[in-house]
């Protein structure tokens, strides 16, 4: 994939040129019930290790390793030849490129996967659900930054039982969509601190391998 095609679809950096916002329908008791059920599944993640794929809307993909140490932390690690590295700490999202060796640092509350980082995650309130779908074996979550609706819509997709998170699909505010695919996952892992210290000399290594 070519880095600037990539770089217009990355899931976490702040979304795009705000759109006319939505009224959410009302949701059935059902509905309540599954949000209710993915909260908890969220506020009870701690760590966890996955491969992902990332397809972006004009079809461009790259994969790698994701790291997230909830709350606050996430780092993802682009495998070769793509040169891009994003991490999740104190608060900030740095996006860095190994070759140009240039970062650029934005607020975690600015970008669609901040909601996964906060210390209690409730999907009300300041987060406005817009639907819940089932198929499958699948719950499929919709749902935006209620003071920020212009910003886009993040949708979670996860296994119902046993409820794991799969993948999530980002539509900014200009109707693209960049989908991100989890496998081999792994959760309650140990992970190293100074993979998500952008201060530590250790940061740019590889993410260890504690299983």
Request: no cysteine.
């Amino acid at each position: 994939m070519r880095r600037r095609s990539l770089l217009s679809a990355l899931p976490l950096l702040p979304l795009a040129a705000p759109a006319l916002a939505q009224q959410a329908p009302a949701l059935s008791a059902r509905d309540r019930g599954d949000v209710q059920r993915v909260e908890a599944y969220l506020n009870g993640l701690t760590t966890m290790r996955a491969r992902f794929i990332q397809i972006a809307q004009n079809g461009a993909t790259a994969q790698g390793t994701a790291l997230i140490w909830r709350p606050g932390r996430m780092r993802f690690d682009y495998d070769p030849p793509e040169p891009l590295l994003l991490v999740a700490n104190a608060g900030q999202f740095m996006h860095y490129d190994k070759e140009l060796r240039q970062p650029s640092i934005v607020p975690v509350g600015s970008t669609p996967l901040g909601i996964l980082l906060r210390e209690r995650i409730v999907l009300s309130g300041d987060v406005t659900v817009t639907g819940v779908q089932r198929e499958g074996g699948f719950l499929r979550l919709t749902l935006f930054r209620s003071a920020n609706a212009g910003e886009g819509r993040l949708t979670l997709v996860l296994a119902n039982d046993p409820m794991e998170l799969r993948q999530w699909l980002v539509v900014d505010g200009q109707g693209r969509t960049t989908r991100v695919t989890l496998s081999a996952i792994e959760t309650g892992v140990r992970l190293d601190r100074a993979s998500f210290d952008f201060n530590d000399p250790r940061f740019m290594a590889p993410p260890v391998d504690n299983g």
